[in-house]
């Protein structure tokens, strides 16, 4: 078994098929996709290949250390990440093309409409081992 993150943006992803912003649907049309994601999850449950999955408020700081006895940083010049990530699934499954079979039904969640939102999600295997490092 391996470890995938299906991962879903807010923005900077290829834009969707139905590219309808999630704040101009319908409190119906979010339900929908709501409901969707979670039969997703119940499915996967029932085939042992869900481990996790969680929705991302919009709101985030960004945090580093930046000495002994100095406050923390936050912020900063780099992207907005809480802009950009909505969210994420952790799947655990046999191989890469069933990762990828999963990612695109995922992908088909409704929405503006009712009509599937296609949207592109990003697949990153977990590390397993840690890369070789050669000079």
Do not use: C
């Not at 994601?37 to 029932?46: G, I, K, P, V, Y």
């Not at 069933?98 to 296609?118: D, Q, V, Y």
Request: aromatic share 8%; glycine share 8%.
């Amino acid at each position: 078994m391996a470890k995938y993150l299906l991962l879903k943006h807010y923005r900077g992803a290829p834009a969707a098929v139905n590219d309808v912003p999630m704040d101009k649907w319908t409190p119906e049309e979010i339900s929908a996709h709501v409901q969707y994601m979670n039969d997703f999850a119940a499915r996967l449950e029932e085939t042992g290949e869900f481990v996790d999955s969680q929705a991302l408020a919009p709101g985030g700081t960004f945090v580093r250390y930046d000495g002994e006895g100095r406050p923390p940083v936050t912020d900063g010049p780099f992207a907005e990440t809480k802009d950009l990530i909505a969210g994420w699934m952790v799947i655990d499954v046999d191989s890469h093309e069933r990762a990828l079979e999963l990612a695109g039904e995922l992908s088909a969640a409704p929405g503006a409409g009712g009509k599937p939102i296609h949207e592109w999600l990003e697949l990153r295997p977990f590390l397993t081992e840690p890369p070789t490092i050669t000079e």
